[in-house]
């Protein structure tokens, strides 16, 4: 994982206020916590920030310029605003260059299993141990041509060297099934809604239905009127 070295400034100013003018200014409030020392509380340039986030995912590693002193950084959590989609708070954990952190690592499916089958990702996410400076971005699993039947575990991923699974070898992360027809949805759906009590209403026709099927029938009639008219 590359590091993006971002500038910092130290602030004293906290609060709704405070974060509300520093947004106004297109730059980001954030705090660093870690190994025992103060929090420190930061401003962050805006663009920058949020490209160093973006390329490196949900645990990128930054590192802060803070008061002339390099502070590696990593991400923790970032809360985005849902309407403007920007950066409003990050929070950040102190780390040191070999340190070994506990990070929970997005899993990317590639390729395409065979057809008529359904892929589920039971877990979208794997936790790991790795060195600060290597965590991966995400983990690829390859699905290309796998048949419905296949089941793909924490075990069984590739993780970058120095990596340590944390979760049961077990672990359920991909399911292949075979895809199911819709009539075959709709029988299972019926037997659970017998099993649970649930019965189906019968489809009563509203007005308009009704009046729609009165004026077909009326003009069946008049057909069959001026058929016999024309014979005669």
């Not at 645990?59 to 502070?71: F, P, R, T, V």
């Not at 954990?93 to 899993?107: W, Y």
């Not at 589920?120 to 419905?148: C, M, W």
């Not at 019968?202 to 009046?211: G, L, R, S, Y």
Request: aromatic share 2%; no cysteine.
């Amino acid at each position: 994982m590359a590091t993006e070295k971002i500038p910092a400034e130290t602030r004293t100013e906290f609060g709704k206020g405070a974060a509300r003018r520093i947004r106004r200014d297109n730059k980001i409030p954030a705090v660093v916590y870690g190994h025992g020392n103060d929090t420190v509380h930061v401003t962050l340039p805006g663009h920058d920030t949020m490209m160093a986030i973006k390329h490196g995912g949900a645990n990128a590693l930054l590192e802060l310029e803070i008061d002339g002193k390099g502070q590696l950084a990593l991400t923790k959590a970032v809360q985005i605003d849902p309407i403007r989609r920007i950066i409003e708070h990050i929070d950040f954990v102190a780390v040191r260059r070999g340190e070994k952190v506990t990070v929970d690592v997005p899993v990317h499916l590639h390729g395409s299993a065979a057809s008529e089958t359904l892929v589920v990702t039971e877990n979208s996410t794997v936790q790991i141990e790795a060195e600060a400076t290597n965590i991966p971005e995400r983990i690829e699993i390859s699905i290309e041509g796998l048949q419905a039947g296949t089941q793909i575990q924490a075990g069984q991923l590739e993780l970058p060297e120095g990596s340590t699974l944390l979760v049961d070898p077990e672990t359920l992360i991909v399911n292949i099934t075979e895809q199911q027809s819709e009539e075959a949805l709709e029988a299972e759906l019926e037997e659970a809604e017998a099993e649970a009590g649930i019965e189906r209403e019968e489809h009563e026709p509203t007005d308009e239905e009704q009046a729609a099927e009165g004026g077909e029938s009326a003009g069946e009639g008049d057909s069959a009127a001026e058929g016999d008219s024309s014979e005669e």
